[in-house]
């Protein structure tokens, strides 16, 4: 390790810094599942509180969703599919299904897929919902 920072002097910080998520959130395990946030944790233990509680059926992790399909563009070149993969999947005992996504920094890229995935589920019962 002395011979790389040697070696390399500024990209040290960079070798430290690894783990660390550029908004702060620190990875957290419960119940042996990773969440990326200590607040998709805590979330996580509340949805499993209204399962023992019989408000919720089912509890799906980072589902994935398809909003636009891979293609092929007018240059030949294959475009790669885009996702979107929300925190949860909820259904409920009284039937109605919600989309959670549990957020602390909205960036750019967040609020386009947000928007194309409310758009592909606007005919479907599920809900969406943003916790912060």
Do not use: W
Request: proline share 2%; hydrophobic share 35%; charged share 30%.
């Amino acid at each position: 390790m002395i011979d790389i920072r040697l070696e390399f002097g500024g990209l040290i910080d960079m070798m430290l810094r690894v783990g660390k998520n550029k908004y702060s959130a620190r990875k957290t395990t419960v119940c042996g599942h990773t969440f990326d946030s200590r607040r998709e944790a805590e979330y996580y233990l509340e949805l499993l509180d209204l399962k023992q509680r019989g408000v919720v059926i089912d509890i799906k992790l980072q589902p994935s969703y398809i909003l636009l399909d891979e293609f092929i563009d007018n240059t030949g070149r294959k475009q790669r599919q885009i996702t979107y993969t929300p925190d949860f999947f909820v259904q409920y005992a009284d039937g109605h299904f919600e989309v959670v996504e549990v957020k602390g920094m909205r960036t750019r890229d967040y609020m386009l897929r947000k928007k194309l995935f409310l758009y592909k589920m606007r005919e479907t019962s599920v809900m969406f919902r943003e916790v912060s």
